[in-house]
Each structure stands twice: as structure tokens, then as C-alpha cells.
């Protein structure tokens, strides 16, 4: 039994007894929870935590509690917390995460939303991957000719641009075929 392990067991205890009551305090379990990849009682906490008002509904809460239940694969239970992360944070970094757990469940139009959104909110660390998915969500919808003004803004990027040239291929075969 390691110290990390000491650690986590001694929280869990102050949890149930109640002695947990600041923010810092569940959120530093919730994190423990995940590192011990524990994704359920990190979920819980902070889910009860947030209701209650102990935890307060900022951008990074309600990201760690969406990757709570991401961890724990339970994808539409985390749209919501994502989705509110999303609207409260500084840049558009979290929609693009919302729209991968919106492509990981197919829904390419919920996917194509958050993806605009976060281009148009801006300060994206990989603003070719945006681009990037936007014109795979496109292409799943059929509106082509859209996604290949994504894969070519994607294409400009270096770090999404052998992707970006792929894609454009079949999007221009599918655009071609619509004309004949």
C-alpha cells in the first residue's frame, strides 16, 4: 500500500464522515479518484458537489466533472457539464472536445455546431484539427462542398495538413459525382 494509496483512503474516509467540504477539497478527490482511474466516485462527487453548491459551476469544475464521466465512457452524460464548461471558458478549446464526444456518438450535426462554435470563439491550441473535424462532420452530413472549406483551411496547417489532403480527394470525388 503506497503513499498515494494512503492518501487517497484517508480523503475517501474524511469524504464519507462529511469533513469534505471545501471546494479545493472535492475537487483534489476528484482528481485523486482519476489519477487511481476511478472515474465513478470521482463522477459522484463532483456531480453532488455541484448540486449542492459546495463545488461552484466555474468552466474548470464542470470540465472535470465531464471528464469524469468520459472516463467512464458514459459520453452523453457528459455533453451537458461539457457543453456549460464550454460556454463559460476563456477560449474555444472545450467545444472541440464537446464535438469529439459528439463525432465518438455520430451526432455529425451536434459535432458541427460545437466545432463552429469554437472556431468562432477562438484561441484554439490546434486550430487544424478543429478545421479538420469540422469538415469530417460535414462530409458525414453530405454538405460537401462545406467541408471542403474546412479540409482546405485544415490543409494550411502543418500538423493537419496530410489528413486535410486525404479528405479533400474523396470530398472532391463526392462533389463530382452530385455534378454529373
Given at each position: 500500500f503506497g503513499e498515494e494509496e494512503k492518501a487517497l483512503a484517508m480523503l475517501e474516509l474524511a469524504y464519507q464522515l462529511d469533513y469534505l467540504n471545501k471546494e479545493r477539497e472535492l475537487t483534489q478527490l476528484t482528481q485523486r479518484y482519476l489519477y487511481h482511474?476511478?472515474?465513478?466516485?470521482?463522477?459522484?462527487?463532483?456531480?453532488?458537489?455541484l448540486e449542492d453548491g459546495t463545488v461552484?459551476?466555474?468552466?474548470?469544475?464542470?470540465?472535470l466533472y465531464a471528464n469524469?464521466?468520459?472516463?467512464?465512457?458514459?459520453?452523453?452524460?457528459?455533453?451537458?457539464?461539457?457543453?456549460?464548461?464550454?460556454?463559460?471558458?476563456?477560449?474555444?478549446?472545450?467545444?472541440?472536445?464537446?464535438?469529439?464526444?459528439?463525432?465518438?456518438i455520430e451526432d455529425w450535426r451536434k459535432a458541427r455546431k460545437a466545432l463552429e462554435s469554437a472556431i468562432e470563439k477562438g484561441g484554439l491550441r490546434d486550430r487544424g484539427s478543429a478545421q479538420l473535424l469540422l469538415g469530417v462532420s460535414n462530409y458525414n452530413e453530405?454538405?460537401?462542398?462545406?467541408?471542403?472549406i474546412a479540409f482546405l483551411a485544415a490543409a494550411e496547417e502543418e500538423k493537419s495538413a496530410d489528413s486535410a489532403r486525404k479528405w479533400l480527394k474523396h470530398v472532391n470525388r463526392a462533389i463530382n459525382s452530385q455534378d454529373n
Amino acid at each position: 500500500f503506497g503513499e498515494e494509496e494512503k492518501a487517497l483512503a484517508m480523503l475517501e474516509l474524511a469524504y464519507q464522515l462529511d469533513y469534505l467540504n471545501k471546494e479545493r477539497e472535492l475537487t483534489q478527490l476528484t482528481q485523486r479518484y482519476l489519477y487511481h482511474e476511478l472515474p465513478w466516485p470521482a463522477a459522484k462527487i463532483m456531480a453532488k458537489a455541484l448540486e449542492d453548491g459546495t463545488v461552484e459551476t466555474t468552466s474548470k469544475n464542470l470540465e472535470l466533472y465531464a471528464n469524469s464521466l468520459l472516463h467512464a465512457r458514459e459520453y452523453t452524460e457528459a455533453i451537458v457539464p461539457l457543453a456549460e464548461a464550454a460556454d463559460l471558458a476563456e477560449d474555444g478549446d472545450l467545444y472541440v472536445r464537446l464535438a469529439q464526444v459528439h463525432l465518438e456518438i455520430e451526432d455529425w450535426r451536434k459535432a458541427r455546431k460545437a466545432l463552429e462554435s469554437a472556431i468562432e470563439k477562438g484561441g484554439l491550441r490546434d486550430r487544424g484539427s478543429a478545421q479538420l473535424l469540422l469538415g469530417v462532420s460535414n462530409y458525414n452530413e453530405e454538405r460537401f462542398k462545406s467541408a471542403r472549406i474546412a479540409f482546405l483551411a485544415a490543409a494550411e496547417e502543418e500538423k493537419s495538413a496530410d489528413s486535410a489532403r486525404k479528405w479533400l480527394k474523396h470530398v472532391n470525388r463526392a462533389i463530382n459525382s452530385q455534378d454529373n
